[in-house]
């Protein structure tokens, strides 16, 4: 591979604030700090993806902005990062905001979402004829309105898409909002056919495949996570990943494997708003340098692990070398084995 990635969907600017304690209905909390950063699919991810790789693979930013400061405050971070943006389009709409809400001593976030410019994102914004890459990753599922419609003939607009991408040599990849809804079966299962990757949290696998992945207990259900893993390749994806806070797994073909977070340091844990799309670059990265499916996880859990250490999104992404080195620092053991 040597076309590089693009990213699309998702271009958010993130209102991040430091809380004492979420409250209850009626209730107050002290903010205790406050700082804007980007977020989104798009931002998160590519901007992750060019630190790991310290800016050698070619990566190219598709969504829509709005035409105001915050749409420009996004678009200049991204050229600032060497990520092309001709396929980032413009419009009236303002663009679109999270406020997040990070709970100070634990890293727990909650997120409060305006769509703005990014509901107005659809499958023509995309220049197929020429989109030049070798990897195109779509997210998030679920948060892209247009992406999300139905079609006749795909299932969904974003199975169209993917389908679209495959036809023309492109491998596909899609990550998933973590909502609270009924329509994750409806909706992700019929892009999963025209997936090549799919990287998701245990929440959104389980109300993707209906497999119970944590019990009564709220601990992770070690039996099933390859079952999880299964459903996901039955339905036509070639590579899965899974991850938690505990660990993650992935499948490629018949290959399964299992491996546990790092054992991090209390006082090491900033804020978790970004550790998703880390981990999914890491995925990434290593899916477009060839690694071993091993070799993927380690470099996922580094590149969360490399995120969980600031409160915004992106700033605390490692180069490679550096990343993987927090594998000799910290040991694996978060009560998952290693398979």
Do not use: W
Not at 76 to 89: A, E, H, P
């Amino acid at each position: 591979m040597n076309k590089g990635i693009a990213v699309a969907g998702n271009m958010i600017l993130d209102r991040i604030k430091m809380i004492d304690v979420f409250p209850e209905k009626g209730r107050l909390c002290n903010i205790k700090s406050q700082s804007i950063g980007i977020g989104g699919c798009v931002c998160n991810t590519a901007i992750d993806i060019a630190m790991l790789s310290d800016n050698e693979i070619k990566l190219y930013a598709l969504g829509r902005l709005g035409k105001d400061e915050n749409g420009q405050q996004i678009l200049d971070f991204l050229n600032d990062n060497n990520i092309d943006t001709k396929g980032v389009i413009r419009c009236d709409t303002d663009t679109s905001y999270t406020d997040v809400m990070t709970i100070v001593d634990v890293g727990d976030r909650t997120f409060f979402h305006y769509r703005g410019a990014n509901d107005e994102f659809c499958i023509d914004d995309i220049d197929f004829d020429n989109l030049n890459c070798d990897i195109l990753h779509i997210g998030y599922a679920l948060l892209l309105d247009k992406f999300d419609r139905k079609n006749k003939e795909y299932g969904t607009e974003l199975a169209k898409a993917l389908y679209i991408a495959q036809q023309k040599g492109i491998k596909t990849s899609i990550d998933v909002v973590s909502e609270q809804s009924d329509r994750f079966k409806e909706i992700v299962t019929r892009s999963l056919k025209y997936c090549d990757y799919i990287t998701v949290n245990e929440i959104e696998a389980e109300n993707v495949s209906n497999i119970s992945l944590r019990d009564k207990d709220k601990k992770i259900i070690e039996s099933n996570l390859k079952k999880a893993c299964d459903f996901f390749i039955e339905n036509g994806v070639k590579q899965v990943c899974i991850h938690f806070p505990e660990g993650c797994v992935a499948m490629n073909g018949n290959e399964y494997r299992q491996m546990p977070s790092l054992k991090l340091p209390d006082d090491y844990i900033k804020g978790n708003v970004g550790a998703g799309d880390a981990f999914c670059a890491g995925m990434l990265y290593a899916a477009y340098r060839g690694f071993s499916l091993k070799d993927s996880l380690v470099l996922a859990v580094c590149s969360a692990s490399c995120s969980l250490s600031q409160a915004d999104s992106i700033s605390g992404m490692m180069d490679f070398q550096r990343a993987v080195e927090l594998s000799k620092i910290y040991q694996f053991d978060n009560g998952i084995k290693i398979i």
